[in-house]
């Protein structure tokens, strides 16, 4: 079994429409190429019992929970309280984060700005060469900035924690539509019950008009189901396979 990952996109800013999110694409992607399956992703708003309600069922369910965004200094920036509340521990200043923001800014050292050092009691730093934005750890969630070039920055220095076994994976262009390939969909899934199949019409190439997907991470089996859809085609279906 593939280990699973949740993903919880907080800001009020993303579901207003202000901010276009690309941080669920980004991680989804990436962990993807690590074999690891996202099977759910969650957008909330900035409140503390949200979050923490959230974040806990989340890190029930899956083996790896990644937040992004409400780490900075304002008001609307509560993810820290949140995850707390919702494993129900203490808000603490963490003395590496405080020590460095204190070399680095000097006089200009503020209390909204050492809010940024505040992370849930027990939490663990990974990525620390970042300055101010360290991945924050606990138990099985890791706590990111909502800032893109930072979010992917601090997720490509310790990604390695998350690779797994990897997927195979085979792409099939078809000249006929979805009406025409559904019922050799539908037994190749009879036949091979645990392939990740899809099938994605496509409208505005004209070369072709379906791309199916097969995946699996035993290539065995993802092999010997694209040969059983591929047997049953139409002669000429195939636009090409990559």
Do not use: W
């Given at each position: 079994?593939?280990?699973?990952?949740?993903?919880?996109?907080?800001?009020?800013?993303?579901?207003?429409?202000?901010?276009?999110?690309?941080?669920?694409?980004?991680?989804?992607?990436?962990?993807?190429?690590?074999?690891?399956?996202?099977?759910?992703?969650?957008?909330?708003?900035?409140?503390?019992?949200?979050?923490?309600?959230?974040?806990?069922?989340?890190?029930?369910?899956?083996?790896?929970?990644?937040?992004?965004?409400?780490?900075?200094?304002?008001?609307?920036?509560?993810?820290?309280?949140?995850?707390?509340?919702?494993?129900?521990?203490?808000?603490?200043?963490?003395?590496?984060?405080?020590?460095?923001?204190?070399?680095?800014?000097?006089?200009?050292?503020?209390?909204?700005?050492?809010?940024?050092?505040?992370?849930?009691?027990?939490?663990?730093?990974?990525?620390?060469?970042?300055?101010?934005?360290?991945?924050?750890?606990?138990?099985?969630?890791?706590?990111?900035?909502?800032?893109?070039?930072?979010?992917?920055?601090?997720?490509?220095?310790?990604?390695?924690?998350?690779?797994?076994?990897?997927?195979?994976?085979?792409?099939?262009?078809?000249?006929?539509g979805e009406g025409v390939i559904a019922a050799m969909l539908n037994d190749v899934l009879?036949?091979?019950?645990?392939?990740?199949?899809?099938?994605?019409?496509?409208?505005?190439?004209?070369?072709?008009?379906?791309?199916?997907?097969?995946?699996?991470?035993?290539?065995?089996?993802?092999?010997?189901?694209?040969?059983?859809?591929?047997?049953?085609?139409?002669?000429?279906?195939?636009?090409?396979?990559?």
């Amino acid at each position: 079994m593939a280990k699973t990952a949740g993903i919880v996109i907080i800001g009020n800013e993303v579901l207003s429409g202000k901010t276009h999110d690309t941080n669920s694409y980004f991680l989804c992607t990436e962990l993807r190429r690590l074999g690891v399956e996202v099977q759910r992703i969650s957008t909330i708003q900035d409140v503390i019992e949200i979050i923490g309600a959230e974040v806990a069922a989340f890190s029930k369910r899956f083996d790896f929970v990644f937040t992004t965004g409400g780490v900075g200094p304002t008001h609307d920036d509560v993810t820290i309280e949140g995850i707390a509340h919702g494993f129900g521990v203490d808000v603490v200043r963490h003395p590496d984060i405080e020590r460095r923001m204190r070399q680095r800014l000097g006089a200009d050292v503020n209390e909204a700005r050492l809010r940024m050092a505040n992370v849930p009691e027990g939490s663990k730093l990974l990525a620390t060469e970042a300055l101010f934005a360290p991945v924050v750890n606990i138990h099985n969630v890791y706590i990111f900035p909502g800032i893109p070039k930072i979010l992917q920055e601090r997720f490509h220095a310790i990604k390695e924690k998350f690779r797994d076994t990897p997927y195979f994976l085979k792409n099939v262009y078809l000249k006929y539509g979805e009406g025409v390939i559904a019922a050799m969909l539908n037994d190749v899934l009879e036949k091979f019950p645990d392939l990740m199949l899809g099938s994605y019409p496509v409208l505005d190439i004209p070369e072709y008009k379906v791309k199916v997907t097969f995946e699996s991470k035993d290539a065995a089996y993802l092999e010997r189901a694209l040969q059983s859809f591929l047997a049953a085609l139409p002669e000429g279906a195939v636009q090409r396979i990559e």
